[in-house]
C-alpha cells in the first residue's frame, strides 16, 4: 500500500500549469510567500481592478435607445 502524501498543494493541483507558473511569477514579482496570499491578492485585482470599485449592476440598465425630450407619435 502506498503512503499519501501529508500535504498536498491545493492550488498547484487545482490550477492548470501555465496558470501556476505565471501565478509563481506574479509571486515573485511582487514578493509574495504563499500562494493563498498571492490568490488573494489576484482575486481582489481581478474583482476591483485598480481603481477599487465593482462595475455598476447592469440589471437596471435598460438597451433601448436614449430618448431627449417626450416621444412624438410618427
Known amino acids: 500500500m ?6 498536498r498543494n491545493e ?20 514578493g509574495i510567500d504563499s500562494d493563498s496570499a498571492a490568490l488573494a491578492r489576484i ?4 474583482l476591483f ?3 477599487g470599485t465593482l462595475p455598476a449592476n447592469l440589471l437596471g440598465v435598460s438597451a433601448d435607445v436614449a430618448q431627449n425630450g417626450s416621444r412624438i407619435a410618427a
Open 2 to 7: 502506498s503512503r499519501r502524501a501529508e500535504f
Open 11 to 30: 492550488v498547484k493541483t487545482r490550477l492548470e500549469d501555465p496558470v501556476y507558473e505565471g501565478m509563481q511569477a506574479y509571486k515573485a514579482l511582487y
Open 43 to 46: 482575486t481582489k485585482l481581478f
Open 49 to 51: 481592478g485598480t481603481v
